[in-house]
């Protein structure tokens, strides 16, 4: 499926990731303009090139500002645009399942599972221009790092190893408080759910305070889940 939608956007994510590239071009430019502005036009003590490159400079500086937003753009259109087709899809696929699987499963379980799941994926489409931009990024510093003083180079990057664990065990623990918050606001879907679609019993039987106290318990289910995840992070 994530195929199929990469198949469909393809112009897209691949205008956002080239536009990514650019910035990070543009970017990675202004140290070395800056260096050579210092040496050859204020240690150097020639007016023309400071000015000649502090104009590259600002021209950089406009470039950067500028595909920044054009990749932005392009990044969250691409999100939206597969999360639209994929509400779709999922709506007509629900529609031709078997009464069966609807009567084993809960509205509001159907609802918040497609909602936190189409979530997800427009997140994926959208962090591929930044996730191509960021990896370009660390290739582009760490040559000029290492072209630049490779023992300092060295030292500055000894902290990836530490980064990817601590990376892997944060993952780790805020998966399941996610998924538990998933869960929460499951039950809370499907108890408004009920309540809406049977307000005429519930009227009828008098359990106005009954449906209300379920109600405030599973809402302080979903507060203390998401309290929890955000303590993880």
């Known amino acids: 499926m994530l195929g199929r939608c990469l198949r469909e956007q393809w112009w897209r994510v691949g205008a956002g990731a080239a536009i990514g590239v650019v910035w990070i071009s543009a970017a990675a430019s202004v140290p070395k303009l800056v ?3 210092i040496d050859q036009g204020i240690r150097g003590g020639d007016t023309a090139a400071l000015w000649r490159w502090s104009a590259l400079i600002f021209v950089a500086g406009v470039f950067t500002g500028v595909f920044t937003g054009a990749r932005h753009w392009f990044a969250r259109t691409t999100g939206r645009r597969v999360e639209v087709s994929l509400r779709d899809r999922l709506f007509a696929h629900l529609q031709r399942l078997h009464a069966a699987f609807h009567d084993g499963r809960s509205t ?51 902290f990836l190893p530490f980064l990817v664990v601590l990376t892997a065990l944060f993952s780790r623990r805020l998966h399941p408080a996610v998924l538990g918050v998933q ?44 309290l929890r995840a955000a303590r993880v992070r």
């Open 108 to 158: 509001g379980e159907l609802v918040s599972r497609a909602n936190a799941d189409l979530r997800e994926i427009d997140g994926f489409f959208d962090g591929i221009p930044s996730a191509v931009a960021a990896l370009l990024s660390a290739v582009v510093v760490t040559a000029i790092l290492f072209a630049t003083n490779a023992a300092l180079a060295a030292l500055a990057l000894t």
């Open 183 to 226: 869960k929460r606001l499951a039950a809370l879907s499907e108890v408004v759910e009920e309540s809406v679609s049977g307000v005429r019993v519930i009227k009828g039987l008098g359990a106005e305070r009954q449906r209300a106290a379920r109600l405030r318990r599973t809402a302080d289910d979903v507060y203390e889940e998401s």
């Open 35 to 37: 260096e050579l502005a």
